[in-house]
């Protein structure tokens, strides 16, 4: 059992290195939210157009299949 212990422990220790240390997360979610805030401006002017172009090519879509 011991050395199922060490098999296992010693293999999840290169996983330790993908996990950042805890100070660098604050920095990370500060600029994740700064992004989502800069780019935000831009989502709310081009979502109603997306919407717009989506609904006029779903409406075309359906006016072609129901006149054939």
Same mark, same amino acid.
């Given at each position: 059992?011991?050395? @199922? ?16 240390? +805890?100070?660098?997360?604050? @920095?990370?979610?500060?600029? +994740? ?16 157009? +997306? ?5 006029? +090519? ?11």
């Amino acid at each position: 059992m011991l050395h @199922l212990f060490f098999a296992v422990a010693f293999s999840a220790v290169p996983l330790t290195l993908y996990v950042p240390p +805890i100070r660098s997360l604050n @920095l990370f979610v500060q600029t +994740i939210e700064d992004v989502w805030r800069e780019s935000s401006v831009y989502t709310h002017r081009v979502y109603p157009r +997306i919407r717009y172009a989506f609904r006029r +090519i779903l409406d075309c879509m359906l006016c072609t299949t129901t006149t054939h």
